[in-house]
Nanobody, 125 residues
Framework: QVQLEESGGGLVLPGGSLRLSCAAS????????MGWFRQTPGKERELVAG????????YYTDSVKGRFTISRDNAKNTVYLQMNSLKVEDTAVYYC??????????????????WGQGTQVTVSS
């Protein structure tokens, strides 16, 4: 079992950058694939980026490709989301999630059994 805690959210101007961190506690962090999701009121939670257990495979939703980068440090039990060139439409609560399938590339939130509490990202002038 793993517990997740996000940090790094906040208010940023359009075009700015933020880096989200997700610290995991528990055993065998490197046996989980990880994902960053986001959600706005009235909308379903959507996968923003995902990363397999080794960090060698990453994937992104089209709207963030070229702007966001997901990475992980298994020695520190942490996954990151570097967000550059932020847009107003990136405003959302961002969640870190883990799945026991280390090779997963799932975009369905139901495939992830572990979630953080979320961190608010607001992009506004």
């Amino acid at each position: 079992q793993v517990q997740l805690e996000e940090s790094g959210g906040g208010l940023v101007l359009p075009g700015g950058s933020l880096r989200l961190s997700c610290a995991a506690s528990g055993r065998d962090f490197n046996s989980y694939a990880m994902g960053w999701f986001r959600q706005t009121p009235g909308k379903e939670r959507e996968l923003v980026a995902g990363i397999r257990w080794s960090g060698g495979t990453t994937y992104y939703t089209d709207s963030v490709k070229g702007r966001f980068t997901i990475s992980r440090d298994n020695a520190k039990n942490t996954v990151y989301l570097q967000m550059n060139s932020l847009k107003v439409e990136d405003t959302a609560v961002y969640y870190c999630a883990a799945t026991r399938d280390p090779f997963s590339t799932a975009s369905d939130p139901d495939e992830y059994g572990y979630w953080g509490q979320g961190t608010q990202v607001t992009v506004s002038s």
